[in-house]
């Protein structure tokens, strides 16, 4: 087989990067190719990348060049031109899996690109030499996008999904480097906050309770280089998310926002700007709907929401002005212009693309049309070869030509599953998510309608099959019913029934054997979750109509076996795909990655369907690279289509497998589906890939023998059902379209519709068989009443007639099965029941190991009898050894330092403070640090230790109290048990119903009940095995043993009852009764004689006396029963007197718990402290480390960069140097040259043509370095300045070409000075940026050195600043304050004992107090008077303070304060003269050095003077030259005026010249004479440095 493939067209679109090539044609990766579409003439063309699929891409119209990279491990980035689409270069980087971004520059042959997993790195090329320029790692992220800056190409953008980063290119000759600049965002509600900076936080040198406030990453304990970001992630908002970006003409940014802010960003200071903030109420009410995409053009901004609406804004400063609005069929998700800003694109979600041209017209313009989304299906038409169908996952079914070119389209509200053309009528069938099957006809492609759909499923239809004769239509979903339906429109699509499958089917395909007027049918059937199975099902159907065959199929709609034949095949490795061939099966095994042939047997045995065939493949050969793989057989089978999921399409012979051609049709996809078709004639073959977004038509060019058999075969089976689909195309057509209105009329209610065909037929059946079941439980009942009667019956019957009860069963055999599957589901349930118990039991282990058996103490509660007190005690778990190693070594320690200590006593007492209430419990311990001597980590670690194990003993003693009470409850309960029985039996004896208090211990008091489960609490009958069963027989027998001998032993209880306490009265006694006469009850009372009469007062008078001993027992009985319970109540009250004092005990050991606790707690928490200042402490030493390092790499940067820019400042003015001699050396060069030739070329030689430069906006011009054409530009305008049309008139052609090589040689002279002069600007521009970071390094290095000197200062004060706990008595505040809340600023705190104290005294002088105002009321006046004079001695006493404040606020001075405390007036006159002394001798000193610096400065007048002399005789001699001078143009004026001026006016003029270029030829010699003087005495240095250097004179050239 010798053929090959050509790819005939593609179509599709995913909305990823559209770009302009040129201003007319625009490209989009579309695949693994890319595809071009021309604006003006909507020619399309393609272009295959090279490797798996285009994974980014990226175009320049400006240059016309675009870029892209393939997918694939170690990919490289391919840059080719348009439109002749040839490789310029391949540039290859470090990426390893794939890249993410690429960006082309405006400014020159530029690309950044930004790599994938693991490093994310940024790398700038120069894509004509294929050299990278710099590159930065982890740079980018994951969702990294770039854009370069179209007037800068030294700068670019990246915006990712939480960030803005820019960066500079900064240029030093060769060298380049990235810089990022990040740009902080405002967060989602607007406002702009800073990021955090390690630098930036500084710890207070005031210390606050709480101790030194510390910044997050010293309280998270981070470290290294990433903990800026995180603390930024952790600890401040949500920032907004950047969508798009566009560059202004000044270089500053606009950015959208995902939460529908518009931001201005200025990059050269980083600052940010609202423009939009879409929360704020004032705002442009049309731009809510935020900003998707957005463009610039000149000071316009077009701006696209989530809307259909495009607005053109006019920004000026912060106010927005909409100008234009136009309305679209779609959001926008993309704007750009064109290159020459004519055309504005406009490219949304759905596959469609606007355009809008201003020059032409004012209104968008659609240029395509493809829709977007995922190909979930796809096929040739077999009744029209023109067209082609394509279903998509957002429910559009799309009709093609096979030119390409979309004819109609039809969507659907649901999604779609599968698709298949009919062979016999001009219609498509759809499957749906919902369970429909839709049926489209598509006579006409450009108006596709629904005519009929059938709900088969309640999930999606899978799989839809036609055989290529139109007898039956397959379907398959994810369950296991496989429908046959008839595909032929004048049987309105009947369904003739199902099938079940042995399980889901993965793949369905059908072929029509002609020689056996069968249809077979071959499943690939998958258990649930797994994509691949060794099953094949094979399923024959006759190709007659099922509905004349009788008995096909059964109530329920279930197809019978009589017309199907099933076969079950095995294979021996899993399949992921299959196809059916004319007696052979196509399958592709994934796990092998090969393509299989296996060969069906002739005659196969359907009787046993359950049985399984084995088949081994009969050939096999290598398949796909990735896969699984979709098979697709030819329709005349004779050709086998696949492609895997590395986009190859493979075809190749079903007879000879081992050859075959291949073709990358799509991009190598590790997920999705795919999908391959061939057209009626076999020749081209359409494939799509589910998450690849293409759709590719490919021709087959065959050999002439392999055409003809194609087409005859075409030819034949088109003839042969050309009469059948004639007929089903006029019924189809008289078909009316499906609408709702159908459905209502065709459906007997509205929620039948939601039922499946199945469930329909099943509830009609459910209706029909209600009476056919009534009758046959009616008979069944007959029936058990029957047999009942015949076992019983038989049980009348003698023995030896009797029949055995099996017999009367009627199916011992499912009675058997019943029994085996019972014990079955029995053995389960115990083998979980035991798995169950024993993870229980487990459980239980392992809690009571951790939570009982490891407590020392067990945690239990003492409740009071009468009240709701309750005392708990203190659970303590047992101590481990580490824990008591650890105190052993803690109290060891202190033993030595108390040793040190008392060995050098510090003189003087220290202060002895109580900081808990502990010691009052005599749980305190010797070896405790004293409060103030904790000052050191290992000190506060050892008395956090030394505290702990005190909280213990003070747990401990309380403890011992608790169970002291513990036991006296339980003793008290011992003896109210006691009491109640004997109140027990009293009540007996005497009958009383009385209840009876009986307290016991609870759950809380008594633990232990737990772990015990009494035969109570079991609900269930217990299990016994056959060993407990006798273990407990045992137990039952020795308790009856024990019980009878406690009976023979009963007798001996009384006798101990009676033990010290007097005998009581005989209990038999209220049993007695005497009985009455016999007469009494025979004979009335008057007929008793007077024996009889006696007889019965002795009766009255023992009965008498019987109930007085009765009453009397009855009484002492009562008497006891009080005395017990008053026993009881006043034990018990007893008790709970002493639990209350047990729980004001507890809160004293509470108290001092808590106390020692806090005690723990402020310790804890200086460590926590400390460890915070020592992460601080850490984190700024290697921050220091960092920068120090960095700013010894800066420091050596910049002396290099120093020296290199010297060294090219010495290049650039040697070549200014040379390009200042080429215009000296033009004069010379034309020196034979007529002067008035000489001068007109002179002025053209310093002419420049002007070069236009393409800019698209006016006034703007690009930056970062001077376009690599100009110099052509510049030479081609030189070339037509300097045509010979502009030649002067008289001048010599060979002396007009010397002056245009002079031309060029001068120009290119210029250029490259221009071009230096640039390169030493940037290199000191560079150097500059060097030396700012070193100085910015330099500054954070210091300010981080103080920050370390302030944090150590601080450290050592707060640890130096110990927290001492004490405690105070009960104390008392009063404040006189009114107020709600008092002020407790001006209060004291006093010791309750004074305030005692106070109130004692007060009391006893309101006593005093009282009787001397009842005793003296008559001496009030003598009281008044007294009140007068003590008010009159109190002002006295304020007049006195008053005048001592005066006489102390008198001011004297200091000679008077000393005149007043020296009495001696001598020693003050010799003081003062003492004192004017040294003020004489101070201004004498004064005095000569003011004359000293006369001096000084008379000599410095002097030698100025001698330098203005110098000068001056200077200027005399230049003068003296001067006046030579004058009088030389003197001269030559005289000359000139003498002269007629008509005459010698040129020559005149000629010879000034001259003489002036002579004077500028001699300055420069001399210049250059001196300076090669200059370099041959550093070459003599240089060279002979032990030489004497010779003594010459230089000489001078004077004008």
């Not at 207070?204 to 309280?219: F, N, Q, R, T, V």
């Not at 002419?1247 to 510049?1274: H, W």
Request: neutral net charge; aromatic residues 8%.
């Amino acid at each position: 087989m010798a053929f090959s493939a050509q790819v005939r067209w593609i179509q599709g679109f995913t909305n990823k990067d559209v770009y302009f090539v040129d201003k007319n044609t625009i490209a989009y990766p579309c695949g693994n190719y890319i595809y071009f579409l021309d604006l003006n003439t909507k020619q399309q063309s393609i272009f295959q990348g090279p490797g798996t699929g285009v994974s980014v891409f990226t175009a320049n119209g400006n240059n016309g060049v675009f870029a892209f990279s393939p997918r694939g491990l170690n990919p490289s980035i391919f840059v080719h031109s348009h439109p002749s689409l040839g490789l310029n270069n391949e540039l290859k980087g470090s990426s390893k899996l794939d890249y993410i971004s690429l960006a082309l520059s405006d400014g020159g042959p530029y690309l950044v690109s930004c790599s994938s997993l693991p490093d994310f790195t940024i790398t700038v090329w120069n894509w004509e030499n294929a050299t990278p320029l710099c590159q930065q790692e982890r740079g980018g992220n994951d969702r990294c996008f770039l854009v370069f800056n179209p007037w800068n190409w030294l700068q670019l953008c990246a915006i990712d999904k939480s960030s803005l980063t820019v960066w500079n290119i900064e240029r030093n000759r060769s060298i380049h480097v990235l810089k990022p600049c990040s740009v902080d965002l405002p967060d989602i509600d607007g406002a702009i906050a800073k990021r955090f900076v390690l630098s930036s936080h500084s710890v207070s040198e005031e210390l606050c309770y709480l101790g030194p406030e510390m910044p997050p990453s010293a309280i998270a304990g981070l470290k290294g280089d990433n903990t800026e970001d995180i603390v930024n992630k952790l600890f401040q908002k949500a920032r907004v998310t950047p969508v798009a970006i566009c560059w202004t003409n000044t270089s500053q940014l606009y950015v959208s926002c995902k939460e529908g802010f518009l931001l201005l960003v200025d990059p050269q200071h980083l600052s940010v700007s609202t423009l939009f903030n879409p929360k704020t109420p004032n705002e442009v009410h049309e731009l809510k709907h935020g900003f998707q995409a957005l463009a610039l053009h000149k000071d316009h901004l077009i701006a696209a929401g989530t809307n259909n609406v495009l607005h053109d804004l006019q920004i000026e400063g912060t106010q927005i002005k909409i100008t234009k609005t136009w309305e679209l069929a779609c959001p926008v998700a993309t704007a750009l212009y064109s290159p020459d800003y004519e055309t504005l694109l406009c490219v949304s979600d759905l596959g469609q693309i606007f355009t809008l041209n201003k020059n032409s017209s004012e209104n968008m313009t659609k240029v395509l049309d493809v829709s977007c989304g995922d190909f979930v299906a796809l096929s040739f038409s077999p009744t029209n070869k023109n067209i082609c169908l394509t279903a998509r996952d957002t429910g559009q079914l799309q009709v093609w030509s096979t030119d390409g070119k979309i004819l109609g389209s039809l969507s659907q509200q649901t999604k779609i599953t599968s698709l298949a053309c009919c062979p016999i009528a001009n219609y498509v069938v759809l499957g749906t998510a919902c369970g429909k099957v839709l049926f489209i006809d598509v006579r006409d492609p450009q108006q596709p309608r629904i005519v009929h759909q059938t709900q088969l499923y309640h999930t999606s239809v899978e799989h839809l099959v036609f055989e290529q004769h139109g007898h039956y239509l397959f379907t398959s979903g994810p369950d296991s019913y496989m429908y046959v339906l008839d595909p032929k429109p004048s049987s309105k699509f009947a369904i003739f029934g199902y099938i079940i499958l042995p399980s889901p089917s993965l793949t369905l395909s059908a072929q029509y054997v002609k020689e056996s007027e069968q249809v077979k049918v071959l499943a690939l059937c998958v258990d649930s979750g797994k994509n691949h199975s060794r099953t094949l099902t094979l399923l024959s159907f006759p190709a007659e109509n099922l509905n004349k065959i009788p008995y096909s199929v059964d109530r329920n709609g279930c197809l019978s076996n009589n017309v199907i034949n099933v076969s079950k095949y095995e294979v021996p490795y899993p399949l992921t795909s299959c196809a059916l061939g004319n007696n052979e099966i196509f399958a592709y095994c994934h796990k092998k990655r090969t393509l299989q042939c296996f060969e069906l047997p002739q005659n196969s045995d359907f009787s046993r369907s359950d049985q399984f065939i084995h088949l081994n493949p009969k050939c096999e050969v290598k398949g796909h690279a990735l896969g699984p793989a979709s098979l697709a057989l030819s329709p005349h089978k004779l050709w086998l289509a696949s492609l895997g999921r590395d986009g190859v399409l493979q075809v190749r012979g079903c007879a000879s497998m081992d050859k075959c051609i291949e073709q990358q049709c799509h991009s190598l996809c590790s997920t999705g589906v795919q999908l391959v078709s061939f057209s009626a004639d076999s020749q081209t073959i359409l494939t799509a890939n589910t998450k690849d977004g293409s759709l590719v038509c490919t021709n087959l060019r065959m050999s002439e023998g392999a055409i003809h058999r194609a087409s005859d075969y075409s030819k034949s089976l088109e003839g042969h059902l050309k009469s059948q689909v004639k007929t089903e195309n006029s019924t189809l057509g008289d078909m009316r379209e499906w609408s709702e209105q159908n459905r209502q009329d065709s459906e007997s209610t509205k929620s039948l519709s939601h039922k499946t065909w199945l469930e329909s037929r099943q509830e009609a059946i459910v209706q029909e068989s209600k009476e056919t079941k009534k009758k046959l439980m009616k008979e069944l009942k007959e029936l058990r009443d029957t047999i009942q009667d015949m076992v019983r019956e038989n049980d009348s019957v003698p023995e030896m007639e009797r029949l055995e009860q099996n017999k009367f069963n009627l199916d011992v055999e499912g009675e058997n099965i019943l029994e085996a599957i019972m014990e079955e589901e029995v053995v389960k349930l115990r083998t979980e029941t035991e798995w169950d118990i024993l993870e229980k039991c487990y459980n239980r282990d392992a809690l009571k190991s951790k939570y009982w058996d490891a407590m020392n103490v067990k945690g239990r509660s003492v409740r009071a009898f009468h009240s709701d007190y309750e005392v708990k005690n203190y659970p303590l778990e047992e101590r481990t050894k580490q824990e008591l190693e650890e105190l052993r070594r803690v109290e060891q320690m202190r033993k030595i330092e108390k040793v040190q200590c008392t060995q050098r006593e510090e003189e003087g007492q220290r202060v002895n403070i109580k900081s808990s209430s502990s010691f009052e419990f005599g749980c305190s311990s010797p070896y405790l640090y004293d409060q103030f001597e904790v000052l050191s980590r290992e000190q506060i670690l050892n008395q956090i230790i030394l505290l702990q194990d005190v909280i213990r003993q003070v747990k401990t003693a309380f403890n011992k109290e608790f169970d002291a009470a513990h036991e006296q409850k339980v003793h008290e309960l011992k003896n109210i048990q006691q009491r109640n029985t004997r109140v027990k039996e009293i009540m007996t004896t005497l009958d009383l119903q009385e209840k009876i208090w009986e307290p016991s211990l609870t759950i809380a008091e008594c633990p232990e009940k737990l772990l015990t489960v009494k035969d109570s609490e079991i609900k269930t009958e217990k299990y016994l095995t056959p060993e407990q069963k006798e273990e407990q027989e045992k137990k039952e027998l020795e308790e009856k043993i024990r019980l009878a001998s406690n009976n023979d032993n009963a007798q001996e209880i009384p006798l101990d009852d009676m033990v010290g306490r007097v005998l009581e009265v005989n209990i038999e006694i209220l049993k007695l009764e005497i009985p009455p006469p016999e007469f009494v009850l025979t004979k009335p009372s008057f007929q008793w004689n007077e024996e009889e009469i006696k007889m019965h007062n002795e009766y009255e008078i023992k009965s008498k006396n019987l109930n007085e001993e009765k009453e009397k027992y009855r009484n002492v009985m009562e008497t006891e029963i009080k005395t017990l319970q008053s026993a009881t109540k006043e034990a018990t009250e007893k008790f709970d007197e002493t639990l209350e004092k047990l729980s004001e005990r507890k809160i004293k050991y509470e108290m001092a718990i808590n106390q020692e606790q806090l005690k723990i707690t402020h310790l804890v928490y200086t460590l926590l402290i400390e460890e915070e200042m020592r992460n601080r402490e850490v984190e700024l030493k290697l921050k220091l480390e960092q920068l120090l390092t960095y700013k010894d790499g800066i420091a050596v940067e910049v002396v290099k960069c120093k020296e290199e820019v010297d060294q090219f400042r010495m290049i650039y003015n040697f070549m200014v140097a040379e390009d200042k001699d080429l215009e000296k050396d033009f004069l010379k060069r034309f020196s034979n040259v007529p002067s008035h030739f000489v001068s007109k070329l002179y002025k053209m030689f310093k002419r420049r043509p002007r070069v236009q430069t393409q800019i698209p906006f006016k006034g703007l011009t690009l930056c970062g370095s001077i376009a690599p054409d100009s110099l052509e530009n510049e030479l081609k305008a030189m070339e037509k300045m300097n045509s010979p049309q502009n030649m002067p008139e008289g001048l010599s052609p060979l002396i007009w070409e010397r002056f245009c090589i002079a031309c060029r040689t001068k120009i290119k002279s210029e250029h490259k000075v221009k071009i230096n002069a640039l390169i030493l600007a940037e290199m000191q521009e560079f150097l500059k940026k060097r030396s700012g970071e070193e100085r910015a390094a330099t500054e954070e290095i210091q300010t981080i050195s103080e920050e370390l000197k302030r944090l150590h200062k601080v450290k050592n004060r707060f640890m130096a600043d110990v927290k001492v706990q004490f405690l105070l008595k009960w104390h008392q505040v009063e404040e006189a304050n009114t107020e709600l809340t008092a002020n407790y600023s001006n209060s004291l705190l006093l010791h309750r004992r004074v305030v005692e104290d106070l109130n004692k005294t007060i009391r006893i002088l309101a006593k005093q107090k009282l009787s001397t105002m009842v005793a003296c009321k008559d001496f009030r006046k003598g009281f008044v008077q007294q009140e007068w004079e003590h008010k009159n001695k109190r002002m006295q006493i304020v007049d006195r303070e008053n005048k001592a404040r005066d006489i102390q606020m008198l001011k004297i001075s200091e000679e008077q304060q000393e005149f007043l405390q020296k009495a001696s007036g001598d020693s003050r006159m010799s003081n003062q003269v003492n004192h004017f002394e040294k003020k004489t001798d101070g201004h004498e000193q004064r005095h000569l050095k003011n004359v000293e610096f006369r001096k000084n400065k008379i000599k410095h007048l002097k030698y100025q003077a001698t330098l203005k002399s110098r000068k001056t005789s200077v200027l005399d001699f230049r003068l003296s030259d001067m006046e030579v001078t004058v009088s030389e143009w003197k001269h030559i004026y005289n000359r000139i005026a003498a002269d007629k001026p008509s005459i010698k006016t040129e020559e005149r003029y000629q010879q000034i010249l001259r003489r002036g270029t002579l004077k500028d030829l001699a300055t420069a010699q001399a210049e250059e004479l001196a300076l090669l003087w200059d370099e041959l005495e550093c070459m003599r240095n240089r060279n002979f440095p032990s030489v004497p250097q010779l003594k010459g004179t230089r000489g001078q050239v004077y004008f």
